[in-house]
Every structure is written in structure tokens, then in C-alpha cells.
């Protein structure tokens, strides 16, 4: 059975995101059009489906990591700015835009809030695992 470890994840994003294309509940915001995805970025994303692929990228994160709340996201998504001469710093990522891609995929039943081990967090429901798993399939 091939799963989401088995697949590049590039591919698994790109596939997932045409997926996700298709599902009602997730539509990119009116505002994403303007949003940097962090402070340390200078501009808004170029690419055309951006809130697709970037669903999709979290949706194979909380996959693999979960439960993992919206600070830990922040800490993935975000990088280095680039200051000039001085040293670069480590910025975190936007939260607005993870906030509202994590309230659209539970929503739709992919993800939800739960505590485990005591972490609490997003964690993927069995809809999501099927869901990953036949974008994973269809993939490789």
C-alpha cells in the first residue's frame, strides 16, 4: 500500500493541491492576492495557485507531525530575512494564512483539534488519510 512517506513530496503537493481544486469548502481569501506569506518576505507570492499548494503542503505536515498547532507551523513556514549588511535573522511565518487553510480543512473533515500525549493540536481524521493516501497513490 503506498502511503504519503513513499511519494516526493513536491509531486504530492502539486497532486494534492489539484485536488483540493475540486473540494467546495477550500477557496483562497479575496486578501491572499496582497498577503506577504511572512515578515521576512519582501512581496506576495507569484504562483497562480498558491493557497491550493499551500493547503496541501499542511495538510501533509499535520500528516506526518501531528498533533502540531499554528505556532510550530509558523516556525516551518517561515526563514531568513535578508537585513543588509547585518546578520540575517529567522522570522516566523504568516499565522493569519495558516489559520484560515487549517479552519478550512477541518471544515471539510480533513483535520481536527485534539489533545494527545499531551500535546495538544491539529491532527489528521481518517477522511484526510484517505484522502492523502489515494493523491499519494495516483502521484508515483
Given at each position: 500500500m503506498i502511503n504519503v512517506y513513499d511519494v516526493e513530496a513536491g509531486k504530492l503537493i502539486k497532486k494534492?493541491?489539484?485536488e483540493l481544486k475540486k473540494v467546495d469548502g477550500i477557496k483562497p481569501p479575496v486578501w491572499?492576492?496582497?498577503?506577504?506569506?511572512?515578515?521576512q518576505?519582501?512581496?506576495p507570492p507569484f504562483e497562480?495557485?498558491?493557497?491550493?499548494?499551500?493547503?496541501?503542503s499542511i495538510l501533509r505536515k499535520i500528516y506526518i507531525l501531528g498533533p502540531i498547532g499554528v505556532s510550530?507551523?509558523?516556525t516551518k513556514y517561515g526563514g531568513l530575512k535578508d537585513r543588509g549588511y547585518k546578520?540575517?535573522?529567522?522570522y516566523k511565518g504568516s499565522g493569519n494564512i495558516l489559520r484560515k487553510s487549517l479552519q478550512q480543512l477541518e471544515k471539510e473533515g480533513f483535520i481536527q483539534q485534539t489533545i494527545k500525549k499531551g500535546h495538544k493540536g491539529r491532527m489528521i481524521t481518517e477522511k484526510g488519510k484517505k484522502f492523502l493516501d489515494a493523491v499519494a497513490k495516483n502521484a508515483r
Amino acid at each position: 500500500m503506498i502511503n504519503v512517506y513513499d511519494v516526493e513530496a513536491g509531486k504530492l503537493i502539486k497532486k494534492a493541491a489539484e485536488e483540493l481544486k475540486k473540494v467546495d469548502g477550500i477557496k483562497p481569501p479575496v486578501w491572499i492576492k496582497f498577503a506577504k506569506t511572512g515578515r521576512q518576505k519582501e512581496r506576495p507570492p507569484f504562483e497562480k495557485d498558491f493557497w491550493y499548494e499551500r493547503t496541501a503542503s499542511i495538510l501533509r505536515k499535520i500528516y506526518i507531525l501531528g498533533p502540531i498547532g499554528v505556532s510550530k507551523l509558523r516556525t516551518k513556514y517561515g526563514g531568513l530575512k535578508d537585513r543588509g549588511y547585518k546578520p540575517e535573522h529567522t522570522y516566523k511565518g504568516s499565522g493569519n494564512i495558516l489559520r484560515k487553510s487549517l479552519q478550512q480543512l477541518e471544515k471539510e473533515g480533513f483535520i481536527q483539534q485534539t489533545i494527545k500525549k499531551g500535546h495538544k493540536g491539529r491532527m489528521i481524521t481518517e477522511k484526510g488519510k484517505k484522502f492523502l493516501d489515494a493523491v499519494a497513490k495516483n502521484a508515483r
